[in-house]
């Protein structure tokens, strides 16, 4: 199929339009620049990106994002009989796996997908895929346990230091802490702020890489828009032709 075609299809722009950002150089095809209008490609085999952004080309797979409730499991069968992830996927034909894991206790930013490839870059920690999360914990945190926290604690799995953390509230023997992390340990948040004094009451993850929780109700699911799929595509072929190191 033609390159402008396939972009025009995609809903990139117009196949007028589409052509004359071939021309200007503006689109790649596996990594390489192309200028000719006759320029065909496969869309189930090649990735192409306009202006650095990846285009979805594959139409059979399917990004969903959930703001997934406290006690719900992140499984898409638990085989103890608790309340899972199926209940969120059944407006899909496609059969959805989550990206991750979020605790049953932990609301927030789940993101559900068939892509596998995509999925894998996402969780796995050798990637350096970030994670942001908002926790209220007990008692008043002050600036130098923020600075502790991206220094490093030191757990019984190893030393983990958050890559931001930053102090938004504190009142009634209460704080909110946001926390930036890249690790994919299991409930890492939890046990980072329980060893520096400050265990936590409520926990929501609000951003996946380039995904933002915005304004989606707990318990809500949707597809990634058009600009949220170019960039998490994007992140995913960046991020896989040059995986940053192991932070386990």
């Known amino acids: 199929m033609r390159l402008q075609k396939v972009l025009a299809n995609r809903g990139v722009a117009s196949r007028r339009v589409a052509e004359q950002m ?22 189930e085999t ?18 969903v994002i959930l703001n997934k409730p406290t006690g719900v499991v992140s499984s898409m069968n638990d085989d103890r009989g608790r309340p899972d992830l199926r ?3 059944q407006e899909w034909d496609e059969r959805l796996y989550n990206v991750g894991r979020l605790d049953a206790d932990t609301s927030g930013l789940l993101v559900l997908t068939n892509d596998g ?30 600075q502790r926290l991206i220094r490093g604690v030191d757990l019984e799995d190893g030393r983990i230091a958050a890559d931001k953390a930053r102090l938004l509230d504190a009142s009634r023997g209460e ?27 409520e926990l929501v993850r609000r951003q996946f890489g380039p995904l ?19 960039a998490l595509l994007t992140l995913s072929r960046t991020t896989d032709s040059a995986p940053a190191d192991p932070a386990e």
């Open 22 to 43: 071939i021309v200007e150089g503006r689109v790649r095809v596996n990594g390489l620049v192309v200028t000719e209008l006759g320029r065909r490609i496969h869309p």
């Open 175 to 201: 704080s909110l802490v946001e926390l930036t992390l890249h690790s994919g340990k299991n409930r890492i948040v939890r046990r980072m702020l329980a060893e520096v004094g400050h265990p936590v009451v």
């Open 46 to 63: 090649d990735l192409v990106d306009v202006d650095g952004t990846a285009i979805q080309l594959d139409e059979s797979k399917r990004y």
């Open 212 to 230: 933002h929780l915005g304004t989606l109700p707990v318990g809500k699911a949707r597809e990634l828009t058009t600009v949220e799929r170019g």
């Open 87 to 89: 209940q969120f996927t």
């Open 117 to 146: 490839d995509l999925a894998h870059v996402l969780a796995h920690p050798s990637f350096g895929v970030t994670k942001v999360y908002i926790a209220k914990v007990e008692g008043q945190v002050l600036p130098q346990t923020i």
